[in-house]
């Protein structure tokens, strides 16, 4: 019988925490952050929309979705949408103010999603895999609510605190997935081992800042250090971001290597949106206390 009701016990705490916690001001925080990566990313092409975007843009893979879903967010690929990428532009930056502002979060959320994602498809042969991280992101954040239901009032409180407690966990998981993914992909050949690929990886000619690498990594010791840090940080985030004394040091650290991607390679889409998920694991008060600064429209 201890068993059972110790059992009974740990699923009313896990139920407690999906239903009572609030992470508004998390959720607050992190969608704004990816808002403004998002902004920041299409105002950075503003000067190539038409090559990108346009009706004669560079694409490639196939433009055949079948299912309604596929055809809702690849709209800028058929005849009656093409001409209008412009109006998606707009769009995309009306919601994403108007998504910033506390009575239309819900609905905008979801408009957000729907622009960029149509324009995340059609600029597909300029994506990475920022673009789709921020995608899922765009997804959780349709479900997150940022103002927890008074608790007494269980009728709207406990369906809708769970399904944002639920979402916001899956979102800060799919960060986790990421880095074991990312990780264990390197551990495919010898490169990572011996640390060579990040030598290789400073010096991809395209992307990469040839003047400052070159000033910055001198010796063969700087190359392996950040070789089998970055190595490391993605094999063991997924544990260590849930211990919370190290959890605000291997923040700095990710933060640090992702202004680095952004510097170094050039990469800056997918440092910034990095840079934004990690606002997922900041804690409760640090996240209130940016909160208050700004207005309660916002």
Not at 102 to 130: C, D, H, W
Request: charged share 15%; aromatic share 18%.
């Amino acid at each position: 019988m201890s068993i059972l009701n110790r059992f009974l016990e740990r699923v009313d705490c896990l139920a407690t925490e999906f239903t009572e916690k609030d992470n508004s001001d998390r959720i607050w925080l992190a969608r704004r952050g990816v808002y403004l990566t998002i902004f920041i990313y299409f105002l950075m092409l503003l000067p190539r929309l038409k090559y990108f975007f346009g009706p004669e843009s560079l694409r490639y893979g196939n433009e055949q979705v079948p299912d309604w879903f596929g055809w809702a967010v690849r709209l800028l690929f058929t005849e009656q949408f093409q001409d209008y990428y412009l109006w998606f532009i707009g769009g995309l930056f009306l919601t994403i103010v108007l998504g910033s502002l506390q009575p239309l979060v819900r609905v905008m959320s979801v408009l957000v999603y729907f622009f960029a994602e149509n324009l995340f498809n059609k600029g597909e042969y300029i994506t990475n895999g920022s673009a789709t991280l921020t995608s899922l992101l765009l997804i959780y954040f349709v479900f997150m609510s940022e103002n927890k239901q008074p608790i007494f009032n269980q009728i709207f409180s406990y369906p809708n605190n769970l399904v944002t407690n639920t979402s916001f966990l899956m979102a800060q998981l799919q960060i986790c997935i990421l880095y074991i993914v990312a990780g264990i992909s390197k551990l495919i050949g010898n490169e990572w081992f011996e640390g060579e690929a990040f030598y290789y990886t400073l010096n991809f000619a395209f992307f990469s800042q040839q003047t400052l690498v070159n000033q910055l990594f001198k010796s063969d010791l700087a190359l392996y250090f950040s070789n089998y840090l970055a190595l490391g940080y993605q094999l063991t985030f997924a544990i260590l971001i849930w211990i919370k004394p190290l959890k605000k040091w291997l923040l700095l650290v990710g933060a640090g290597m992702h202004v680095g991607i952004i510097v170094l390679n050039g990469l800056v889409d997918f440092g910034l949106i990095m840079l934004a998920s990690y606002l997922l694991f900041i804690d409760n008060c640090t996240a209130k206390r940016i909160r208050v600064i700004f207005p309660k429209f916002i």
